[in-house]
């Protein structure tokens, strides 16, 4: 098994729930080195998406990502919303007739996305970005392919190296967006971009419960 469209609308449903509970995280990151409302932004995107993902049925994984995408691009301000919805646009072409994503086609989803927001922001790793949290992710979906994971060990796989990607986005002097506008002085601060990506990845690997989950609705191997 895999991840079906019923898997992967309450996936988005509990990403929507995880950057909701990390709202003000991501404002006070934000707020730090940036404008301060990448929680509030995206907070409102997702809010959208669990509407958008209401209102009927979606016949593909590639369906859902391609509406919640444009979810984002119209409701996410600043440059949030472009960029995840230029990602999951890339992850949608990745695997457009799937009616279940495998390992393969989770680990390539993601490398389209990587793809996608790099060529949308012109920022590749330790430019202190979400890239700094996607790279990794990427690599380490790709390693546990290699070694015959399932689904779920793919998804965290790349769910922790996504965490320990933002993580490290501590020490790094901002190259990319209003964050470099400060130079060394936005050292010391996590980049609330990589953060909030790896929420969204950390929200894909839980089984966790969501509004409409229900007992096996999640990725499975």
Known sequence: MGCGVDEVVAAFHRVAEVI???????VDLDR???DGD???NLTRGFTAVRASLDEGEHGSPAEVLKLVASTLISTVGGAAGPLYGTALLRAAKAVPDRVELGPEDVAAALAAALEGVVARGRAEA???TMVDALVPAVAAAERAVGD???TRAVLAAASAAAETGARETAPLVAR??????LGERSAGHLDPGARSTA??????ASPGPSPRRTPG???EG
């Not at 990319?176 to 506008?181: D, T």
């Not at 929420?199 to 894909?204: D, I, K, R, S, Y």
């Open 38 to 40: 990448h929680g509030e």
């Open 148 to 150: 015959g994971g399932d």
């Open 126 to 128: 330790g430019d202190k």
């Open 176 to 181: 990319k967006g209003r964050a470099s506008y």
């Open 199 to 204: 929420l969204v990845l950390g929200a894909f």
């Open 20 to 26: 909701t509970a990390h709202r003000d995280e991501l």
């Open 32 to 34: 730090a080195i940036g």
């Open 217 to 219: 609705k999640e990725c």
